[in-house]
């Protein structure tokens, strides 16, 4: 069946290294970083996010972000399949169903991240009152972003994928997917940092940066002015371009930016910035930035 491909994302990453495949590139774990706004009838307290290890804990790398004060970590066996699972929650604020979603006002809006190596596949994401769930599961994106080294000169792809989730907790058909995507490459370390990434990045100050995104590969569909509708599991890849040598490495870095649908509505946006390293990288080479946004408020 065709689907109509559109620009799109949801909230926000931050990558940093870690896992190599040899004989195809190097997977860079995300710093995810996301907007949602609350959809539901009533004001929300608590935004959980569900993710498929089930020893998994970021630690100190966890973006404590606009309204919440407060994150905890819960291992449960939120599948009743007998594994364990985590639940990463953040609360102690309240989130307000937003006056115009088109463009949503603080107190509306949940800021959040977190460093997600280790942490598996995200199996659902959704609001809360009062420890209640709120409404059906969320559209939220998962990204790998993939530098494939053994290309001359080296691709950078940066893989999206859905929770089966929201698939199998909405009606027969429904879709999700993203809007506006935007990507950007080659730019110095040292002018963008994990600190920058939310609503207030003024991305006009990037475009002498900004590449075409593609479905796949060089010779894949334009994403740009385009929508991408999705109804399974899988990784949708973006394709951003190819970086020489002089842009191989920490010192440089690739960004995609977007916003999540559920199904056609925008819910949220994320921001996913990444190192142009063929080899797995660590905290240290984003440390300017990283360790920044530890409890750093979000400043819309």
């Known amino acids: 069946m065709k689907r109509n491909l559109v620009v799109g994302i949801l909230v926000c990453f931050v990558g940093i290294a870690s896992a190599t495949s040899p004989a195809w590139g190097v ?27 089930g020893t998994f804990d970021p630690g100190l790398q966890v973006l404590i972000g606009a309204p919440f004060p407060t994150f905890s970590v819960s291992h449960v066996n939120y ?21 115009n979603p088109a463009n949503p006002q603080p107190g509306e809006v949940a800021h959040i991240g977190a460093y997600m190596k280790d942490s598996g596949k995200i199996l659902a994401a959704y609001w809360t009152l009062n420890n209640n769930v709120l409404g059906l599961p969320l559209a939220i994106s998962y990204e790998l972003t993939e530098i494939r080294p053994m290309n001359s000169p080296a691709e950078v792809h940066m893989l999206l994928q859905m929770p ?25 370390a040292t002018d963008l940092g994990l600190e920058n990434l939310n609503r207030d990045l003024n991305l006009s100050t990037l475009l002498d940066h900004e590449v075409t995104p593609r479905a796949g590969g060089p010779t894949g569909a334009s994403l740009t002015g385009a929508t991408v509708m999705m109804n399974v599991e899988s990784f949708f890849d973006v394709y951003l371009g190819t970086i020489e040598k002089e842009y ?49 408020r979000r400043r819309k």
């Open 164 to 188: 089966q989730s929201f698939f199998d907790s909405h009606p027969s058909g429904e879709e999700a997917g993203w809007t506006n995507i935007r990507t950007f490459m080659n730019i110095p």
């Open 27 to 53: 997977y860079h774990d995300p710093w995810l970083n996301w907007d949602f706004w609350n959809f539901n009838a009533v004001a929300a307290n608590n935004f959980e996010i569900v993710v498929e290890s």
């Open 248 to 296: 191989q490495g920490p010192q440089y870095e690739s960004l995609l930016v977007a916003t999540a649908l559920d199904p056609n509505v925008p819910i949220g946006m994320f921001w996913n910035l990444n190192p142009q390293s063929p080899e797995p990288a660590t905290l240290a080479l984003l440390g300017f930035g990283a360790m920044g946004l530890l409890a750093r």
């Open 79 to 99: 599948h009743s399949d007998g594994d364990l699972d985590t639940i990463l929650k953040w609360s102690g604020g309240i989130v307000n169903p937003p006056n």
